[in-house]
């Protein structure tokens, strides 16, 4: 049987989702992910629709309907959402399963989006920011993550160079920013995510290319024009 890049990735991540459950909280609360919502609550009004593609279980979602944002969670594992279904009842989130590059809404359905460490996942990261382009109003806003080089997880895409196939493409902040610009969006901010060794240090001299090279992540704000 050929190789199917989603399936496997939806395998894998049911597999995994033990493993992330186990660790998004603290992602979320104080570890990599603790200066996203309080980035997306700068650009987004407080009441808007929101969907965070790539939910994992869902925690992110939970945190943005805390907030006080209408939130669907979306992620391709069918055992994240059911892991969000059954701990984080809000009456203001819902969770679905999907696949970022056939997702389940209407166009122009949401007035933001928030998007973390899910393109890296998809085959075709063009394909999965167009659909984000489609199901989102105009002047809405994109917060989306994108893992820098120095992110563990990227050690998913090494088998690639025995010509193995593997579900983490291999896209760079600086490559995500070109994208996004080349295709309809307008970028309004961004901030890097680093690992311990790296805080603390003084980076703000260098070109944002070079900022970028020593990222865990990178946050960025792009708006749909």
């Not at 279980?57 to 006080?68: T, V």
């Not at 009456?91 to 359905?109: A, I, K, N, R």
């Not at 007035?111 to 920011?129: H, K, R, S």
């Not at 997880?153 to 610009?181: A, D, F, K």
Request: proline share 4%.
């Amino acid at each position: 049987m050929s190789f199917n890049w989603h399936k496997e990735a939806e395998k894998q991540w049911n597999e995994r989702s033990t493993f992330w459950n186990a660790n998004s909280q603290n992602m979320w609360d104080s570890g990599s992910r603790k200066t996203i919502i309080p980035l997306v609550k700068q650009h987004v009004k407080k009441g808007h629709s929101i969907a965070d593609l790539g939910c994992g279980d869902g925690y992110g979602s939970y945190k943005l309907a805390q907030a006080g944002y209408q939130v669907t969670g979306l992620d391709l594992s069918e055992e994240m959402i059911e892991l969000a279904k059954s701990r984080l009842a809000h009456e203001t989130l819902h969770f679905v399963q999907g696949d970022l590059v056939q997702l389940p809404f209407e166009g122009e359905s949401f007035d933001a989006i928030m998007a973390i460490n899910c393109l890296e996942w998809v085959e075709v990261p063009y394909q999965g920011l167009e659909e984000m382009k489609r199901v989102l109003k105009p002047g809405g806003k994109l917060c989306i993550g994108v893992l820098g080089p120095t992110a563990k997880p990227r050690v998913n895409s090494y088998p690639r160079v025995y010509g193995e196939e593997v579900i983490c493409n291999t896209m760079m902040p600086w490559e995500l920013e070109q994208l996004g610009l080349e295709n309809g969006w307008k970028l309004n901010d961004g901030h890097g995510v680093f690992k311990r060794e790296a805080e603390g240090m003084d980076i703000s001299a260098l070109p944002r290319e070079l900022q970028q090279a020593l990222t865990f992540m990178w946050v960025f704000i792009f708006e749909k024009e």
